[in-house]
C-alpha cells in the first residue's frame, strides 16, 4: 500500500503552458519533492471538456513520508506555493487516498 494526495486547480488561461511546466512529472514541484525521502512519482491530468480544470496526484511510499517531507521543507514548499498563486483562479484538496498495490493478471 502506497499513499497517495491529490489536488485540483483552476488555471488561468493564458497561463495553461506555465501551469503545466511547474505542475507537470519534471517540473518545481517535482524537483522539491524529490529532495526528500519517500516520493515515488506526480501525474498530472488535463480536463478534455475544460482545458483550464487540472488534477494533480502526487504519489509517496507513505502519508508518513509526505507530512515528514511538509515538515522538513516546509519554507521551500511556502515560496513555490506563494510563487504559484499567480498561475490559479483557486485550488483545493481533494484528499488523502491509501493507493492499493497492484497485481498483474496473466
Given at each position: 500500500m502506497s499513499f497517495a494526495y491529490i489536488w485540483e486547480y483552476r488555471v488561468v488561461e493564458d497561463r495553461i503552458e506555465t501551469f503545466r511546466r511547474v505542475y507537470g512529472p519534471d517540473g518545481d514541484w517535482v524537483q522539491?519533492?524529490?529532495?526528500?525521502?519517500?516520493?515515488?512519482?506526480?501525474?498530472?491530468?488535463?480536463?478534455v471538456d475544460d482545458p483550464t480544470r487540472f488534477v494533480t496526484t502526487d504519489f509517496w511510499t507513505s502519508k508518513t513520508a509526505r507530512d515528514a517531507?511538509?515538515?522538513?521543507?516546509?519554507?521551500?514548499?511556502?515560496?513555490?506555493?506563494?510563487?504559484?498563486?499567480?498561475?490559479?483562479?483557486?485550488?483545493r484538496c481533494l484528499g488523502d487516498f491509501d493507493v492499493p498495490t497492484v497485481s498483474r493478471h496473466p
Open positions: 522539491l519533492f524529490l529532495r526528500a525521502e519517500g516520493y515515488v512519482r506526480t501525474e498530472l491530468y488535463q480536463s517531507f511538509r515538515e522538513q521543507f516546509s519554507a521551500e514548499f511556502e515560496e513555490l506555493d506563494e510563487r504559484c498563486e499567480a498561475l490559479t483562479i483557486e485550488e
